[in-house]
T-cell receptor, first 112, second 112 residues
Framework: QKEVEQNSGPLSVPEGAIASLNCTYSDRVSQSFFWYRQYSGKSPELIMSIYSNGDKEDGRFTAQLNKASQYVSLLIRDSQPSDSATYLC????????????FGKGTRLHILP | DGGITQSPKYLFRKEGQNVTLSCEQNLNHDAMYWYRQDPGQGLRLIYYSQIVNDFQKGDIAEGYSVSREKKESFPLTVTSAQKNPTAFYLCASALAGGGEQFFGPGTRLTVL
């Protein structure tokens, strides 16, 4: 089983709708979870961090963490064409010298 | 302005040459990382350093070397032993290992 898994997409969502991005991880003791946005040809940009179970909201973005199910998600409300990018899920693996493991990313396409 | 800089933005290498990619940060971060990203692929960790004068191999260290003589700087050398070096190279830093990582703009290396 891969340590951090994401559906590669593309995920197509109409403008104004909610985009839902999902990520599962294998290490039960992982404690830190991150979502990055990467535009084509650019470097990843940190958009959300979450450390405890539940929801964390920041503007149009909501991160959801369920440690029992080893599942973290990112919701984007009122999706805009500028949200079209690849979204990387990242998890700190505590027994791997505190390294962050990145998923391969989900490509999101917002349809105008 | 605080941030991470990488240079050059584009680099062309002839086969058999060593090249060095620069990474500098003025965020006062202890941890620094080098990743490689190939088209349509996730981030793969090359080397990381959690403190000055110390660094560890990541998942794909063969053919690469690093140094960490200053807190602010973490240069990566791509040696001639790296057989397929054409890729997008990303440097990141974090306040401490396992924490939020912030990325530089990247260097795109092409072997001619």
């Amino acid at each position: 089983q891969k340590e951090v898994e994401q559906n590669s997409g593309p995920l197509s969502v109409p403008e104004g709708a909610i985009a839902s991005l999902n990520c599962t991880y294998s290490d039960r003791v992982s404690q830190s979870f991150f979502w990055y946005r990467q535009y084509s040809g650019k470097s990843p940009e940190l958009i959300m961090s979450i450390y405890s179970n539940g929801d964390k909201e920041d503007g149009r973005f909501t991160a959801q963490l369920n440690k029992a199910s080893q599942y973290v998600s990112l919701l984007i409300r009122d999706s805009q064409p500028s949200d079209s990018a690849t979204y990387l899920c990242a998890v700190t693996i505590m027994n791997r010298d505190d390294k962050i493991i990145f998923g391969k990313g989900t490509r999101l396409h917002i349809l105008p | 302005d605080g941030g991470i800089t990488q240079s050059p933005k584009y680099l062309f290498r002839k086969e058999g040459q060593n090249v060095t990619l620069s990474c500098e940060q003025n965020l006062n971060h202890d941890a620094m990382y080098w990743y490689r990203q190939d088209p349509g692929q996730g981030l793969r960790l090359i080397y990381y350093s959690q403190i000055v004068n110390d660094f560890q191999k990541g998942d794909i260290a063969e053919g690469y070397s690093v140094s960490r003589e200053k807190k602010e700087s973490f240069p990566l050398t791509v040696t001639s032993a790296q057989k397929n070096p054409t890729a997008f190279y990303l440097c990141a830093s974090a306040l401490a290992g396992g924490g939020e990582q912030f990325f530089g703009p990247g260097t795109r290396l092409t072997v001619l």
